[in-house]
């Protein structure tokens, strides 16, 4: 086993697809096993996310991450040269304890993200499999169903819209690659749509590929994306499913959340939901409430009884304590994974199976903020999460994911499965 001892450390300021810097480290093993890792960024973030380490000053208007890069060359790289990237758990316990803080500041969450997935990337590189495969072993073999977002609006898009993200879930389809054909063949009705019905300006898009319309109701982006499927030929509700991220805590002042161009109080807000539930094949909504808002995530999945799952992304943070809490308290029926936002893979992992073990979602997911870095596509099939989120069929650092699940499902021939209709559904 000594091949899998990490040899080499190398860190580096590279750019993410905001054009922002970001850190990518790259670790060599003694069996001559590579892996890289470059961690993403967030726009909406959760309150109790690790902090990322960025430089102030003029350069990169304060956007540097040259500190970050600097701390994994002086304490990450010396503390873990020598440790077995095969035992990748106890190179990130090494991290943490280097950084020895609780919301990773020492260190900066972006150096310790970036060398996280370089060591796992490294250390299947180096049992030569692919990573999924050495994380989740042979029986790894479900595919995910893309949570795609078509539409952009609040933190990622110039428009008025106050919901984050309107996602499409082709649930219907039998593979990976017919889903992601249903949902491209939908993206680009939804194209001719909106700039048949807004202009040709409606067609921009957002951080995450989403068309940003110049639209100011939240009804109206949901219309958009259920004509647009039965233009594509597609029956909304059966072949495919909507879902969406509010992203609630961005729009929330003084107690009250700014929608569709007024304040509402928090019970009109459920009303809202439910009233949209109502009326549109819904089958999932994220961060519908602000972070110090629990109760209302509460009130909300009573009222809904199972009729759309309740996902903490802001309100959990990937951390297994808060998902734990939140999950008993019944807040929530699953919560959004991001690397970054806990600080290390190993923790990321435990997120992971304790929402298995309780029955909740898991659904895996990039940032606004992104890079060429497939790991996630190989982190939701090595753990059978059944759901991944990765933005629009559309710019690289988005569809370098898809691409990467099309791959592993080539890899995969007959094995692969599709998790389709139930990934959405409650057990
Ligand atoms: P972020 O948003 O990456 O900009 O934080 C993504 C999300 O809220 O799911
Ligand atoms: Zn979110």
Redesign the pocket.
């Known amino acids: 086993m000594s091949e899998f001892i990490i040899e080499y450390v190398k860190a580096l300021q590279i750019l993410d697809s905001r054009g922002d810097p970001t850190v990518e480290v790259s670790v060599v093993t003694r069996g001559g096993g590579y892996g890289r890792g470059i961690a993403p960024a ?4 959760g309150l109790r996310e690790a902090v990322e380490a960025r430089d102030g000053g003029s350069k990169y208007l304060g956007r540097g991450v040259e500190r970050a890069v600097e701390a994994v060359r002086r304490y990450i790289a010396p503390a873990i040269t020598g440790m077995s990237s095969y035992r990748f758990r106890e190179v990130d316990r090494k991290i943490l304890e280097v950084d020895g803080t609780q919301n990773k500041s020492r260190l900066g969450g972006n150096a310790i993200t970036a060398t996280s997935l370089a060591v796992i990337n490294a250390a299947a590189d180096t049992a030569r499999v692919p990573l999924f495969e050495f994380l989740g072993g042979r029986r790894a073999r479900i595919l995910p169903v893309p949570l795609m977002n078509i539409i952009n609006g609040g ?2 898009a110039g428009n008025e819209l106050s919901f ?2 309107f996602m499409i879930a082709p649930v219907g389809a039998s593979t990976f690659s017919e889903a992601i054909r249903v949902a491209v063949e939908i993206y680009k009705s939804l194209k001719n749509y909106l700039k048949r019905a807004y202009g040709p300006a409606a067609i921009n898009v957002g951080d995450e590929g989403g068309f940003a319309p110049p639209m100011r109701r939240v009804r109206e982006a949901l219309e958009a994306i259920v004509k647009a499927t039965s233009e594509a030929g597609y029956r909304a509700g059966e072949d495919v499913l909507l879902a969406v ?1 509010v ?1 609630a805590s961005q729009v929330y002042r003084d107690g009250l959340y700014f929608i569709d161009g007024s304040f509402i109080e928090g019970s009109r807000l459920l009303e809202l939901y439910v009233n949209l539930i109502d009326e549109f094949p819904i089958a999932s909504i ?2 519908p409430f602000a972070e110090d808002h629990p109760q209302y995530f509460r009130d909300l999945k009573l009222s809904l009884k199972g009729r759309a799952l309740v996902i903490g ?2 309100l959990t943070v990937t951390n297994a304590s808060l998902i734990s809490k939140y999950l008993s308290e019944n807040a929530i029926d699953g919560a ?1 994974i991001k690397v970054n936002q806990v600080g290390t893979f190993t923790e990321a992992e435990e997120a992971i199976e304790l929402l298995t073990q309780f029955g909740g979602k898991a659904i895996v ?1 990039h ?3 992104e890079t060429e870095d497939t790991t996630i596509a190989h982190v939701a099939v090595a753990y059978g999460t059944g759901l991944i ?1 990765t933005g629009a069929p559309a710019r690289g650092e988005r569809t370098s994911k898809y691409n990467e699940l099309l791959r592993i499902e080539d890899y995969l021939s007959g094995e692969a499965v599709y998790a389709g209709r139930r990934a959405l559904k409650l057990k």
């Open positions: 967030g726009a909406s973030r933190a990622h984050q993200e991220d992203a994220e961060d992304d802001d959004i997911s940032r606004s903020g989120k």
